[in-house]
């Protein structure tokens, strides 16, 4: 840094990359300035819209480049982004992200390793892009014992739900989420809660100070919702969201993602489209609900651009931005321990005593029914049950014990209730 002008290289140049370099080139610099000095990509020769004499093939030249006080990270997938963020802080560079991959899988490992070379790493852009949610929660909650996180944190699976609420099926909802670009042609990581999923490994170390491992953070995708769904949530006062729930209640810590039915009047009903919102809940604040763009280049930009500013204020104190990271204060809970209230859709025979048998396997494995609705389709008839909260352990052995009683045809749904 010489007289407020910063440094930079920025490591990709795709459709994020070129986002962040023409938002630093036009930087306005009443703050600081901001020189770009190289950019790394895979092609030097391909034609781009930036000075090509700022492109670089070899990460080395930007790591022994004395002169770069800072970098940007936008590369993509795991490889050969980690290795390079870990030798950058190594040398003491600061370091920005929006790489959620990375940070899921190496969070704790790279804030020590910021933290032990004095250096800085944001990675703002990580969870919910454009929403400014991870700094207020690692700088101004950090006094602040957090509950409960609850979070919309993946734009595409909302936007489907949103979709169907309004009569699409799912189908359709997710072919015009990839006509308008917010699901790979591939949308498995979007749908099935495994972007989520990784969201949710960030909030836990920033917010609890837990790394819970990929496979134990429960997850379930939206793939299996219907209409019929969502024409009964309707009915109950409730819509359907795709949330990440992160509690560290007396009993303990758990994290995990599926879809519920969430009250309408609820705020994160009311989070439409390709929107994602964090409802945080501790004793002292109640709930603060931060909420807007979720994905998206320029959104994602807009997060990456204040990292970059909030580094080049730090850098010149030459501490790192991170506090300790916090202590778990809870051992882990696992999922069957994790209570949950059920939405059972079922499909059955329209005989005397099959509610008993139902409500009997229900009451032999410790779940007591909330509501009863039950409409008749000539032998057949639907039968939906509310169940109280009950052990995630209790709700798996009576729903398949349900499936296979003589009277029950099918369980149509099962979709937890959000309380
Ligand atoms: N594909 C993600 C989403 C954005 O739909 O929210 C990037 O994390």
């Excluded at 739900?161 to 997710?174: F, P, R, V």
Aim: aromatic fraction near 6%.
């Amino acid at each position: 840094m010489k007289d407020n002008t910063y440094t930079v290289a920025v490591l990709g140049a795709g459709n994020i990359g070129s986002a962040v370099i023409s938002r630093l080139i036009n930087l306005d610099n009443q703050v600081i300035n901001i020189e770009i000095s190289k950019i790394l990509i895979s092609d030097p020769d391909k034609n781009r819209d930036f000075d090509k004499n700022l492109f670089t093939a070899d990460f080395n030249e930007i790591l022994n480049d004395e002169n770069i006080d800072l970098v940007i990270e936008v590369l993509g997938g795991i490889d050969p982004g980690k290795e390079y963020i870990k030798s950058l802080l190594q040398k003491g560079k600061a370091v920005i992200t929006a790489n959620k991959d990375i940070i899921a899988e190496s969070g704790r490992e790279l804030v020590e390793l910021a933290q032990k070379n004095n250096t800085c790493l944001y990675f703002e852009a990580a969870v919910a892009a454009g929403i400014p949610v991870l700094k207020p929660l690692i700088e101004s909650l950090r006094g602040e014992e957090i509950s409960r996180i609850t979070g919309i944190i993946n734009g595409t699976s909302n936007y489907i739900l949103t979709s169907m609420e309004e009569g699409s099926d799912y189908k359709k909802a997710l072919a015009t989420a990839q006509e308008l670009g917010y699901a790979e042609p591939d949308p498995t990581n979007d749908v099935e809660g495994i972007d989520a999923k990784y969201k949710a490994m960030i909030l836990s170390l920033i917010c609890f100070g837990v790394t819970p491992s990929t496979d134990g953070l429960f997850t379930e995708g939206i793939a299996k919702a219907t209409k019929e769904d969502f024409d009964w949530a309707n009915r109950l006062g409730q819509t359907i969201k795709l949330v990440a729930i992160i509690d560290n209640e007396q009993d303990g810590f758990n994290a995990r993602v599926f879809p519920v039915l969430i009250n309408k009047k609820h705020p994160l009903a009311s989070i439409r489209g390709a929107l994602n919102a964090v409802v945080v809940e501790g004793k002292n604040i109640d709930q603060l609900v931060f909420s807007g763009p979720g994905a998206g280049a320029n959104p994602t930009a807009s997060a990456i651009i204040g990292d970059v500013l909030s580094a080049c204020h730090q850098i010149s104190s030459g501490q790192s931005n991170w506090y300790p990271l916090r202590k778990p204060t809870t051992a882990i809970k696992s999922f069957e321990q994790v209570t949950s209230s059920m939405f059972i859709r079922l499909s059955v025979s329209d005989k005397p005593g099959v509610l008993a048998s139902i409500a009997g396997t229900l009451g032999e494995n410790n779940v007591s029914i909330q509501s009863v609705i039950q409409e008749g389709r000539g032998d057949e008839a639907e039968l939906v049950l509310v169940t109280h909260e009950a052990p995630e352990k209790d709700l798996k052995v009576s729903i398949d014990k349900i499936a296979s009683l003589d009277t029950v045809l099918s369980i149509t749904s099962a979709i937890r209730v959000y309380t």
